[in-house]
């Protein structure tokens, strides 16, 4: 995995590799969303009914404002936007778009603070329950919006506004690479089965530009002493955008493969033999990752590429899953909880069966020699509360 010894090599002048806890995600039981920010956001400023809240990325110098709107103070997204936004500047351009069955908003914008130039980003949705609309708007230093703009864009993508948003393309990527309402036949062989299933055409240009942004993003962290949550977060992002995308190829594997199925796990063990007998190749680009609808393409993959796929598709069948990826080995496993015997990682009380997905033939429960040590990995869960 070059591209996770290059990140690493980086990691190792800060000297020691130390574990950190991550920051959680900012979430509201009111309005009911939620936002994973980047590492570093620092809450600054909240009024007390929660409808105003600023974050300062003290290093980034990025800053970010959260105003939720009553529902009978606004029309709509836009409109809520608008407001938001003519506050810094008269430099924007507000566009429309659907995300999460609601109209959203989004704009560029542009401006001047004590003759200090800035640009970012602005994005409106509508809450659920006619809760009202949430703004968020994040900006920096015009001299540095080139390198910090995907940071920005990435904190807006991560909004969530009901528990569905967590396995749905965030509402940036939404509107920068829609649905074509066009789909592509992909077939493929799996377990002795050529499945036939549906992409929409444009998912795998959409799920590599999220993950070259995430990628990118994550890079800034590389020699911060947050890397680790800045790493996990990475792959969190790129769960979430896939999910949904794999949902018709997720269903049409789990009806062929299930008649001939014992029982859950035997399901996943014809998979993760699947993904073993993929061809290995590392993706050419930044990220050297592959996205999951160009597997189904037929792409070559790496190891964080086939744990991925393996915990989405086991999400897919209601199972706990993890991926388990490691700075000594750069390496990733897929994991998930099941009653059959075979080595197991405890994260949070729970154990989950561990699965390598590069070495041939071996089935869950047995883990490579020399990566038994649970202390080289870091997991990185996809459970989501209601």
């Known amino acids: 995995m070059t591209r996770l010894k290059r990140f690493f090599s980086a990691i190792l002048i800060i000297g020691s590799v130390a574990f950190f806890a991550g920051a959680e995600k900012l979430s509201s039981p009111t309005y009911n969303y939620t936002i994973d920010f980047p590492e570093g956001f620092i809450l600054t400023k909240r009024n007390q009914d929660g409808t105003n809240y600023f974050f300062t990325h003290n290093d980034f110098q990025i800053y970010t404002s959260i105003k939720i709107f009553n529902i009978y103070e606004m029309d709509n997204a836009a409109q809520s936007l608008e407001i938001e936004v003519a506050k810094k500047t008269s430099n924007y351009d507000i566009d429309e778009f659907e995300w999460r069955n609601g109209f959203c908003a989004i704009s560029p914008f542009q401006g001047s603070i004590q003759g200090t130039p800035f640009k970012g980003w602005g994005i409106s949705s509508p809450l659920r329950n006619e809760k009202g609309f949430i703004v968020i708007t994040s ?105 949904s995308r794999l949902n018709r190829a997720c269903f049409d594997i789990y009806t062929k493969l299930e008649p001939e199925c014992e029982d859950q796990t035997d399901m996943a063990q014809r998979v993760l033999y699947w993904t073993q007998e993929n061809d290995y190749q590392r993706e050419q680009n930044d990220a050297d990752f592959t996205s999951l609808p160009a597997m189904l393409y037929g792409e070559g993959s790496d190891c964080d590429s086939r744990s991925m796929f393996l915990s989405v598709f086991l999400h897919h069948m209601n199972l706990d899953t993890v991926i388990f990826i490691s700075a000594k080995h750069s390496h990733a496993m897929a994991g998930f909880i099941s009653d059959h015997p075979g080595r197991t990682f405890n994260v949070n009380g729970k154990k989950y069966l561990m699965g390598e997905t590069t070495s041939k033939g071996l089935t869950w429960g047995k883990v490579a020699q020399g990566m038994e040590n649970q202390g080289d990995w870091i997991p990185v869960s996809f459970e989501y509360g209601e």
């Open 139 to 243: 900006w920096c230093d015009a001299r540095n919006f080139e390198k910090l703009e995907n940071v920005i864009l990435s904190g807006l993508d991560s909004l969530t506004i009901d528990y569905i948003s967590n396995f749905q393309s965030g509402p940036v990527s939404t509107y920068h690479c829609p649905k074509a309402e066009e789909d592509v036949e992909v077939s493929f062989e799996l377990d002795g089965h050529q499945i036939t299933t549906h992409l929409d055409k444009n998912d795998r240009e959409a799920s590599e530009k999220l993950i070259q942004r995430e990628y990118s993003v994550m890079e800034l962290y590389a020699s911060r002493a947050d890397w680790q949550p800045a790493w996990k977060r990475y792959y969190r992002m790129i769960f979430r955008d896939s999910y």
